[in-house]
């Protein structure tokens, strides 16, 4: 079975039966071989906060060393984004095995009139995935209630009951006390179930099972959780006292809520792994949850929020009113059976205001949301696109103003395209082989002559022809269906072509191929500037694209902005690094081999005091600093751009406060504190996608498209950068070669390196001497040969820098591949 025919058939079910039980999922867990059994599971009820939870359990056991799997839901563009096996998507491999594993228990389910829900598979799915990558810990989220939850097939080790309120009365009961007690029962047997309801919940709760209870300090709770203050305009500070043990953090979830929820986690993450409270804390600051008050922008602010009933609009309303800002500009959507009148009563004075609707035949017509918000904004506009809506609220807003998008999860699922959304280069030939190919040469008008959407005048008969007019591109990117229809249609006004595809694609987008010429893709953009749709965007992409080179950077990334290629050379102060470990551990030879390297044609010195080889041992915080801090404050003499090759933020601050301009961090980001301390120096950062650092043989990532699946991941965590301060115009991608990946995929990432453009930032790569060459030895020195040859490949497929050992033979392979070679010299 292929992945888009799983994906058609898993999507294929119902969503809701009358039939309320387990009986089904436990036959379809039966028929997996009870993969269950082989793993602690945790289950996550409430009315509300079980999704944060979730996600904030899931950062504090990773940070504490164990193996996750994580279900939550919904996803927000497709439902791989609700299956997570230590922050990875199910891939699509796999899911497309376990679909057809699946088929004939399906068979006889509907041969007993008893053909299971969407949901009761995907939690069938969920626990046979992480069965198969022998996880530690399931964390699952509840659907809906406790007792009759297809989650409730397992038998926790742990559970929580984050909230109660009146939800399902139709399934779970008429009052809170009949909810909170469908809701406890996903207690284990052998633990208290943990919860942050209080009142008559909690009083219902207790008659069921014991409990710890979860809270704000005024409600004498058994673990207080409170809010602190707020850090920064994108992080809480939450203080959690339990019974001999306690977390302070810096919480990126904002809110009182979010802070009883963080306790919750914080006693469940000690009750599962008795995890360490430091690790709880650097989980907590750790934790994304898109959609959920995510902030994308800081000038003007701009916040997604999914939230969609009165009690959470009045929340939302409280988190606004945490910032100064000048205006608030609303996006706003709802599903026709919501009270959104009262979701909009609940929100701060409103400036402008964007009646819209997602491409969903639920939600409300925009004309009627626009009535319900004429007597609550100053102005009123009706947009019948989601991303348009959005592009028109952030372009009037100014950066002072507050641009809030809510309503619905499904609005901010398609808002969020924005800032997600990639547009990838996958076929380029260099500027020059066009351009040369074509000097003096004119041609026929038959497919020469006219005038574009842009209103640019094409070359008449027998007039010359600029390589803009030959020159081959191709791109891919995910579209909502009327964006890739749109676009479709003014690419083939042009004379290009646009594929499209439903099959593979995440569930709401469409996969999308544009091929054409320079000239017509910037015709293109000219005639999506004012399309609508929420295209504005889409064109600025392709113009970016098309005219990389106009990007700006930080001074200390001056040498990576350059023509070219760059150097950076390898200087490593320790004592165990895979090549040449040990040989500058003093002060004087690793200066003398900074010299060396520059005198070489070097152009950025990496400084690196913990080796990163498989099985080394980390480093003590104070030990890395004593290494790199004496050669960084020695080496910053030298005046050239100096990174720090660290995944520790104590160290970054450290190696920038002596000199360092960037920090090359090859964990991804792995210390939660890392993206502060670098927006703190306004320093560059080299973000490097991993798996595990140090690289652990033992684990073998699966990978759909090795490529895809790291811009997937690396997007997320630029977002992550950028939320704390960092700008993206001072990071430098690296896709991490040998990092988790085998040495095929480590070659695709050099041979598609043209592709990493697509987010907007330089690309290094770090192939240097690397077991990937293992079998390409021949020379038997070490690995240098290949990595030559490596690295004539990246100059040629456009890589901005490459990070090597070997400075002198490296500048003259680049010189090799790239017509650079002076013969007088």
């Known amino acids: 079975m292929d992945y888009h025919e799983a994906a058609d058939y898993l999507t294929s079910f119902q969503q809701r039966r009358p039939k309320l039980g387990v009986d089904t999922t436990a036959r379809m867990l039966s028929h997996f071989g009870d993969p269950h059994l082989d793993v602690d599971c945790v289950q996550i009820a409430g009315s509300n906060g079980k999704g944060s939870t979730a996600r904030m359990l899931d950062g504090a056991l990773r940070n504490a060393g164990v193996s996750v799997g994580l279900f939550t839901s919904p996803g927000l563009n497709d439902f791989r984004e609700q299956l997570r096996v230590d922050g990875r998507k199910i891939p699509k491999s796999l899911l497309a095995r376990y679909a057809e594993e699946i088929g004939p228990c399906i068979d006889r389910l509907r041969e007993d009139d008893d053909e299971p829900t969407h949901f009761e598979v995907l939690t069938a799915v969920a626990l046979r995935h992480f069965s198969e990558m022998d996880v530690d810990v399931a964390i699952l989220e509840v659907g809906i209630g406790g007792r009759y939850d297809a989650t409730s097939a397992v038998n926790p080790v742990a559970s929580a009951v984050t909230s109660v309120s009146l939800e399902h009365t139709e399934l779970l009961g008429e009052t809170v006390e009949e909810i909170a007690r469908d809701k406890a029962q996903v207690a284990p047997e052998n633990a208290p179930l943990v919860t942050g309801a209080d009142g008559d919940a909690l009083a219902a709760i207790r008659e069921v099972t014991d409990a710890v209870t979860v809270g704000p300090d005024d409600t004498d709770p058994d673990v207080g959780a409170v809010e602190t203050g707020m850090r920064s305009p994108v992080e809480n500070e939450v203080s959690i006292r339990g019974p001999g043990w306690s977390v302070d953090a810096n919480l990126p979830l904002l809110g009182a809520h979010q802070a009883t929820n963080a306790g919750v986690a914080a006693t469940l993450a000690r009750q599962v792994a008795d995890a360490d409270p430091d690790a709880i804390a650097a989980g907590l600051r750790s934790v994304t949850w898109p959609g959920r008050f995510e902030i994308m922008d800081t000038e003007p602010v701009t916040v997604l929020d999914g939230s969609h009933n009165p009690g959470a609009a009045a929340t939302i309303a409280d988190l606004v009113g945490r910032y100064d800002y000048d205006d608030l500009h609303l996006v706003f959507a709802a599903m026709s059976d919501k009270d959104y009148e009262r979701m909009i009563e609940s929100y701060p004075e409103i400036t402008a205001a964007y009646a819209t609707r997602p491409e969903l035949d639920r939600a409300e017509d925009p004309a009627n949301l626009a009535d319900a918000l004429s007597a609550h904004a100053g102005s009123v506009e009706t947009v019948p696109s989601v991303p348009e809506a959005t592009e028109r609220a952030v372009a009037a807003a100014g950066p002072d103003d507050f641009v809030l998008v809510t309503g619905s999860l499904y609005a901010v699922a398609e808002a969020r395209d924005r800032w997600t959304r990639l547009l990838v280069p996958t076929a380029r030939t260099r500027t020059g082989h066009t351009t040369n190919s074509f000097v003096g040469a004119a041609f026929d008008a038959d497919a020469a002559t006219g005038t574009g959407a842009g209103g ?91 005219d990389p080179d106009d990007r700006t950077a930080g001074a200390d990334l001056d040498p990576i902005a350059a023509d070219g290629t760059a150097v950076m050379g390898i200087l490593n102060v320790t004592p165990d690094s895979f090549h040449d470990g040990g040989k500058y551990e003093a002060v004087e030879a690793a200066v003398d081999r900074a010299e060396a390297m520059l005198e070489a044609g070097a152009d950025i010195v990496d400084v690196g005091g913990e080796s990163t080889r498989p099985g080394a041992e980390p480093v003590p915080v104070d030990t890395e600093i004593d290494r790199v801090v004496p050669v960084i404050e020695r080496v910053a003499d030298l005046d050239v751009p100096i990174s720090v090759d660290t995944r520790k933020a104590a160290v970054a601050d450290a190696a920038l406060e002596a000199g360092a301009d960037i920090v090359n961090d090859v964990s991804e980001l792995a210390d939660p504190a890392m993206p502060a301390v670098i927006a703190a120096h306004d320093a560059s950062l080299i973000l490097m996608h991993s798996h595990s650092v140090p690289v652990d043989p033992d684990i073998t990532p699966v990978y759909d498209d090795v490529v895809d699946d790291i811009l997937d991941e690396l997007t997320e ?96 392979a680049i010189k090799a591949a790239t017509g650079e070679l002076d013969p007088e010299s």
């Open 456 to 546: 640019a005048e094409r070359p008449e008969r027998g007039g010359p022809v600029d390589g803009d007019d030959v020159d081959r591109r191709l791109f891919r990117t995910f579209l909502r269906p009327d964006q890739a229809e749109r676009v479709a249609e003014r690419l083939s006004a042009v004379g290009g072509r646009c594929h499209r595809s439903d099959a593979g694609s995440p569930e709401k987008l469409v996969a999308t191929v544009l091929a054409g010429t320079t000239t017509q893709f910037r015709e293109l953009a000219a005639a999506l500037a004012d399309e609508g749709l929420g295209l504005r965007r889409v064109s600025e992409q392709v113009q970016a694209r098309l």
């Open 717 to 812: 965590q630029l977002l992550r950068a950028e939320r704390a301060g960092v700008d993206r115009d001072r990071v430098v991608i690296d896709p991490g070669c040998g990092f988790g990946k085998t040495p095929a995929e480590s070659y695709d990432l050099i041979d598609r390196a043209g592709e990493f453009a697509a987010l907007g930032c330089p690309v290094m790569l770090g192939h240097s001497r690397k077991s990937m060459f293992a079998g390409a030895d021949v020379a038997d020195d070490g690995r240098l040969t290949p990595t030559i040859a490596a690295t004539a490949l990246a100059a040629d497929r456009g890589a901005d820098v490459v990070r090597v050992h070997d400075v002198a033979e490296n500048v003259a």
